[in-house]
Every structure is written in structure tokens, then in C-alpha cells.
């Protein structure tokens, strides 16, 4: 069986990854790493689903025993992303989609030469802005340091493999599906399935 690949997906905060994330997920067969976090929940979210949600301790202990195969720091929280379940997943065929920021995105590419890396971006920044405004959950420091964090990330935009515009949800899924299609039909990934079809034709001529 060929190994899973991972999809690596930033945006700005705001951007509505979450959501396409998790569309992709109930639309496509990707499955999703969950990260672990020391940021607070916010209302509506379930430890175990949208995150684990740790204290810095744990957190701490997570990486000392090499339980993560990247984390980051993000405005005043650490975030990280479990190893087992990652490398199970992959050595099962599956495609598995991470949604982190750019550092860690950088550090997965390191590892994992053949991740592909998406970034989600609004149309504008008034959207981005009014999202993060609308979301409700974030106090007005959160949002400038949110803000000033995206004009940082926009930096790193060139770092990623594709960029798509989350302007319309649907368009936004069916595009980062086209491209994880389109990539795992290149002839690089192709290698076996090319051989393997040979020696059988050739067996029978
Ligand atoms: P939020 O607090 O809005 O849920 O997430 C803040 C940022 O942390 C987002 O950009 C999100 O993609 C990123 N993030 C979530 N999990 C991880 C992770 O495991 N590793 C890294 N490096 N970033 C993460």
C-alpha cells in the first residue's frame, strides 16, 4: 500500500480554514490531526476535537519525550502536533491534513519533503478583519495582535506551494482537493504504479 501524504494548511486567522478544514474532512476521505494547545477553549469547543487542550506543563512534557513532530508559539499559546497519530495514519495510506501555522508549516516541509503546502487567504483584508471581529470570541488585543501576526504570515506566503481564496466555501474545498488529486497524479508519485503495469504487460506479450 503507498503511504498517505501530509497536507499542510495555513491562512490567517480569520481566514475561515477551520471551516474548509473541516468541510474537506466530511466531503473528502482526508483525516485530520488534532493539535494540542495551552490556549483556553473557546465556547463550543470539545477537548479531544477541535484541540487537546493542555497546560504549559503538559504541554512542556509533550515535547520533552518527543511526543510532537512540530510546535510553534502563536501569540501567547503554544500549539503543537501529536507524532503518533500523524505517522500511524500515514503509514496507512491515509492523506492527512494538518492545520498550522507558518513555522510549523516550514518544519513540516523539513521532515516531510513531499507535504503539500496550502495557504488560505480572504479575498481582502476587510474581510479578514470583519471575520475576526464577527467571530465574537476575541478581545480587542487579541484581534491587533491577530492582525499584526497575519502581516507577518503574509510574509511567509511565499513559502507555500499553493495559495487558494476561501471567497466562496465550497470552490475553496473542491480547489485544495483538485490540487491533492492533481499532485498525487503526477508521475513522481507514480513510480510503483508505472513499473508494476509494465511488468505485467510485458509478462503477458
Ligand atoms: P487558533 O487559536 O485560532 O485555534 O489557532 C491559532 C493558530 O495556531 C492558527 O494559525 C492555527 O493554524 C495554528 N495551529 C493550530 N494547531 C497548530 C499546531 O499543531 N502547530 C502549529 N505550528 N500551529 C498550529
Keep these: 500500500m503507498s503511504k ?3 497536507i499542510v494548511i495555513s491562512g490567517f486567522s480569520g481566514s475561515g480554514k477551520g471551516t474548509v478544514v473541516k468541510k474537506l474532512v466530511e466531503k473528502y476521505d482526508y483525516s485530520l490531526s488534532i493539535s494540542a ?5 473557546r465556547e463550543g469547543e470539545v477537548d479531544g476535537r477541535e484541540y487537546y487542550f493542555k497546560t504549559v506543563e503538559e504541554f512542556k512534557s509533550l515535547i ?6 512540530e510546535w510553534a508559539q502563536y501569540v501567547e499559546n503554544f500549539y503543537g502536533t ?3 497519530f500523524v505517522e500511524d495514519e500515514i503509514k496507512s495510506g491515509k492523506n492527512v491534513i494538518l492545520e498550522i501555522e507558518v513555522q510549523g508549516a516550514m518544519s513540516i516541509k523539513s521532515q516531510y519533503p513531499d ?3 496550502i495557504f488560505i487567504s480572504t479575498k481582502d483584508v476587510e474581510t479578514l478583519h470583519d471575520r475576526l471581529v464577527n467571530r465574537g470570541s476575541e478581545t480587542e488585543d487579541v484581534i491587533k495582535k491577530r492582525m499584526q501576526r497575519a502581516a507577518e504570515e503574509a510574509e511567509s506566503m511565499e513559502n507555500y506551494e499553493f495559495i ?3 471567497d466562496e466555501l465550497d470552490k475553496c474545498v473542491d480547489d485544495i482537493h483538485s490540487i491533492v488529486v492533481s499532485e498525487s497524479c503526477k508521475k513522481e508519485n507514480r513510480t510503483e504504479f508505472m513499473i508494476d503495469i509494465k511488468n505485467q504487460l510485458t509478462a503477458q506479450a
Design 82 to 84: 501529536p507524532r503518533k
Design 37 to 41: 494547545t495551552t490556549r483556553a477553549p
Design 164 to 166: 487558494v481564496i476561501n
Design 4 to 6: 498517505g501524504r501530509l
Design 115 to 117: 507535504a503539500l503546502l
Design 64 to 69: 520533552d519525550y518527543n511526543g510532537l513532530i
